[in-house]
């Protein structure tokens, strides 16, 4: 018999449909998988296997009852970035290490809503601001296809316990990259879905609208009803992209194109130089979308200019202007957060407004002049997965911050524009690395992307791979 973390989240949910297999032995089978391999790993800050157990015996009352929830009974996590009411949320941070939230963030309702019984908390690094994930509660999580290797963040854990098959799906969350980044790095599906898309409530603190909430999956479909599950506005919020016209999940089986597609590996970064691995992955991915039928032209100049960069700068830096931390705790936390937190505060409120007001004007111009295509093509990240410590080893936030534009270079764009954005596993190294690509969807349209990256998908497929130990 196929071994149950060899199912897919779709697979799963279809299984315990059928009386094939019990939540209960599912969440089983995955809280052996945490305890077996995450201490290697560091994928979790917290594990929570009675709530689990809990939530597996009321998800069997609910399908005795007939209840029609689409993935009931599937194991899943939360980031630890997100509130969940009565678990431990610590943001990452050390001086969050006892903190448990009262309420739940929707999208954690929503997905126990959709059936999804949450084993625990994933590991972020601190207030999910780098690109990598590491932190003082649980140190770095590591590549599961490399483990010298950091697995990328700010959804690191997510990505690497669903890399290892510890969980067949997970929520992660993406400010600058967060979940493309490490969906890259780990051989995985990473949606970004358009700004306003998946609801920030009850509270709805991301003023600055870079942040939205996403999937990381194996396989497009499992990521598309992961997504399903998350979508829909909550009375309240401040942005909300237009209903779809159907589920994330059917566009999955409908057919791609032919679509006109606009490519470019310069970011405009100063300083960011594509790896010959990289460049390789980016030149396969252009080859196969042709002969998929589809137009790819270069995109006549690097999106990203120097009044662009230094306004993100400025409004990356306001969130760390308003980090909930008491004086008293602020030497607990890491350099980089202490860089961004003093930038944060020596900005004025003319400063912050102008950079907010950047980056609409950039958005605006950038959608207007990418209007002609139906997707556009990139790199997600610079480089392979970096070695543990590459950022940070010199205790240098301002360091730290300069080598994660540079690595992390295309991602953060459409964080500003509010785009839909996929990464997709299509290159793998000679040494058995996985190399992320990126396509990006116009405003509101992750129907396009999911359709897309299913025929990348059944054209290259990559479910089949894993890291060592699965």
Not at 92 to 100: F, I, L, N, Y
Not at 174 to 202: E, F, M, Q, T, W
Not at 218 to 241: E, Q
Not at 281 to 292: K, Q, T, Y
């Amino acid at each position: 018999m196929t071994a149950l973390h060899e199912l897919t989240a779709t697979g799963m949910a279809d299984a315990v449909r059928a009386r094939q297999v019990s939540p209960t032995e599912l969440v089983e089978h995955h809280l052996a998988r945490i305890e077996a391999l995450d201490p290697g790993i560091g994928a979790f800050i917290t594990v929570t296997p009675e709530r689990a157990r809990a939530a597996a015996r009321d998800a069997e009352r609910r399908l005795a009852a007939g209840d029609p929830a689409p993935l009931l009974g599937v194991p899943t996590a939360i980031k630890d970035l997100n509130l969940t009411a009565g678990v431990r949320t610590t943001f990452g941070s050390a001086a969050m290490a006892d903190h448990v939230p009262a309420v739940d963030d929707h999208v954690v309702t929503a997905l126990a809503t959709a059936g999804t019984i949450s084993l625990g908390k994933t590991s972020t690094p601190e207030f999910g601001f780098p690109c990598y994930t590491d932190n003082d509660l649980v140190g770095p999580t590591r590549c599961p296809w490399d483990t010298t290797r950091l697995a990328g963040g700010s959804s690191g854990g997510a990505a690497a316990a669903v890399a290892l098959g510890m969980l067949p799906f997970a929520q992660g969350s993406d400010g600058g990259g967060s979940i493309r980044i490490p969906a890259g790095i780990n051989g995985l599906v990473g949606i970004k879905p358009a700004r306003g898309r998946v609801s920030s409530a009850p509270l709805g603190a991301e003023i600055t609208g870079l942040g939205v909430q996403g999937p990381l999956a194996r396989t497009v479909r499992d990521a598309a009803a992961m997504l399903d599950a998350m979508a829909g506005p909550v009375v309240g919020d401040p942005t909300w992209a237009p209903p779809p016209a159907t589920s994330f999940l059917a566009a999955a089986d409908r057919p791609a194109g032919p679509l006109r597609i606009a490519r470019y590996r310069d970011s405009g970064m100063p300083g960011a130089q594509l790896s010959t691995e990289v460049g390789t992955a980016f030149e396969e991915a252009s080859a196969l979308l042709v002969d998929l039928g589809h137009e790819v032209v270069d995109l006549p100049s690097a999106p990203l200019t120097e009044e662009v960069l230094a306004a993100f700068e400025v409004v990356w830096s306001l969130t760390g202007a308003t980090l909930p931390v008491p004086e008293d705790q602020v030497h607990l936390l890491r350099p980089l957060t202490r860089y961004l937190r003093d930038r944060g505060l020596a900005l004025s409120a003319g400063q912050a407004m102008e950079a907010l007001t950047a980056l609409r004007v950039f958005s605006r111009r950038f959608l207007q002049a990418t209007a002609p295509y139906d997707v556009l093509l990139a790199p997600v990240c610079t480089d392979t997965p970096r070695p543990l410590g590459w950022f940070d080893h010199d205790g240098d936030g301002a360091a730290d911050f300069e080598r994660q534009k540079r690595y992390a270079a295309f991602t953060a764009l459409y964080n500003v524009t509010g785009q839909p954005a996929v990464s997709v596993p299509l290159h793998w190294t000679a040494d058995g690395l996985p190399v992320g690509t990126m396509l990006v969807g116009r405003p509101a349209d992750e129907l396009t992307l999911v359709a897309l990256a299913a025929q990348l998908e059944v054209a290259r497929p990559w479910a089949h791979r894993h890291p060592p130990g699965w």
